[in-house]
């Protein structure tokens, strides 16, 4: 899902539609954003996705889904820690744009 919203009317969200982004998007594509989002836009997102994972993490059967949970977590964190810091985002931001075209996970943040 690219764009800028992160749960459409009506979409029921997809364990691992959102596990695949967090293990494979930039983390402005995590947080559903575009590069040019402001520093409010990148607060409120994170903060929707944490709630989002609040609520799946009580709507999935007990024993399944925490790991998963667990790694969409640390990519959101992780998105909010760079992108909320000036200089960490443009020094990913400079190292996005030479590592997408490489099949680069997350820039120079990449774990």
Do not use: K, Q
């Not at 539609?17 to 559903?32: C, K």
């Not at 998963?68 to 992108?83: C, H, P």
């Not at 985002?89 to 943040?109: I, K």
């Amino acid at each position: 899902m690219t764009g800028r919203e992160l749960i459409p009317a009506g979409w029921s969200p997809d364990l691992g539609d959102l596990l695949a982004r967090a293990r494979y998007g930039s983390y402005f594509e995590i947080l559903g954003l575009g590069p040019d989002a402001s520093f409010s836009e990148v607060a409120r997102r994170a903060r929707e996705c944490t709630l989002l994972l609040d609520r799946l993490e009580m709507e999935l059967p007990e024993g399944s889904g925490e790991d998963a949970l667990r790694e969409i977590r640390w990519s959101v964190g992780e998105a909010w820690r760079v992108l909320s810091n000036p200089g960490l985002r443009e020094s990913y931001a400079l190292g996005l744009a030479v590592r997408e075209g490489e099949g680069g996970r997350h820039g120079p943040a990449d774990h």
